[in-house]
């Protein structure tokens, strides 16, 4: 099972840390091939404006959503939820289209505004330790979108087949929970193939 992570920009290699922990083969993409050539996929936190353009201009954009059509599960962390979403409220920033929601960004506000909660995660016995910096909402959810966090700023977490989103940052934690379910979806895609 190899597992890639986006390396445009961004929280990079806390991420290929957490997944070897998980005990996972992890590694940074940059190219399309390197994006054929995973069974699946993490959106890092990062700025999603310059994220956005850059994977429009190495036309990986294109890849990511070839290979999400075809199933490979994509998890995205923050700016990566950002991508991953139908449209952004108030910016008229391209996305991936790849869950059916729309994002309010920097939600609970400015950088000083970052923040560290624990979660009730659908699923998870204990609450998660979460942190969040100038972390998004996902709002305007379409109806095949499942809840698995919220707060009352609106849903952090959430899942659509198999696209996963998160506003908080994981792979900031030490719990590995989060990652080990993004790493099921991935075993369950591959048992189906």
Do not use: W
Not at 182 to 188: E, G, I, N, T, Y
């Amino acid at each position: 099972m190899k597992i890639g992570v986006l390396a445009i920009q961004g929280a990079v290699s806390e991420h290929i840390n957490m997944l070897k922990r998980a005990e996972a083969e992890a590694f940074a993409v940059k190219t399309v091939e390197n994006i054929n050539s995973v069974d699946g996929l993490i959106l890092p936190g990062g700025e999603s404006t310059t994220i956005g353009r850059l994977i429009r201009l190495y036309k990986i954009d294109a890849a990511i959503k070839e290979r999400a059509a075809k199933g490979m599960p994509i998890y995205g962390t923050c700016a990566g939820m950002i991508l991953l979403s139908r449209h952004i409220n108030g910016f008229n920033q391209p996305t991936l289209e790849l869950i059916d929601t729309a994002i309010t960004r920097n939600a609970f506000g400015r950088q000083v505004d970052s923040m560290e909660v624990d979660l009730a995660i659908k699923g998870f016995d204990t609450p998660f330790h979460a942190t969040f910096i100038r972390a998004p909402v996902a709002k305007d959810l379409g109806k095949d979108v499942e809840i698995l966090s919220e707060l009352s700023e609106g849903a952090v977490f959430v899942k659509q087949g198999n696209i996963l989103a998160s506003s908080f940052h994981p792979e900031l934690g030490n719990d590995l929970r989060i990652h080990k379910y993004f790493l099921d979806m991935v075993k369950s895609f591959l048992n189906k193939q």
